[in-house]
């Protein structure tokens, strides 16, 4: 399955900067991890915001929530979550 997910990161504006560095860090090397194994199709910054958009391939709904709440950043995240299926008129045969 197929979704696009929002993430917008909110650190608190006293964050102890190592702490946020450390977060980001981890962050970083779990979505690597993720996209190296097809989890996390794509990934794309949003000019001039913290945030992302990202295509996630999962089985299952579940399984999307266990892969966002593993994420470093998640407890301060904005996630939005859209359910994407194939088009009628994509020509993109990889698509599901």
Known sequence: MLFHVKMTV???VDMDPAKAAELKAAEKELAQSLQRNGTWRHLWRIAGQYANYSVFD???VEALHDTLIQLPLFPYMDIEVDGL????SS????DR
Do not use: A, D, E, W
Not at 85 to 88: A, D, G, L, N, S
Not at 91 to 94: F, L, P, S, T
């Open 10 to 12: 909110k650190l608190p």
């Open 58 to 60: 999962v089985p299952s």
């Open 85 to 88: 299926c194939r088009h009628p």
């Open 91 to 94: 020509i993109q045969n990889g």
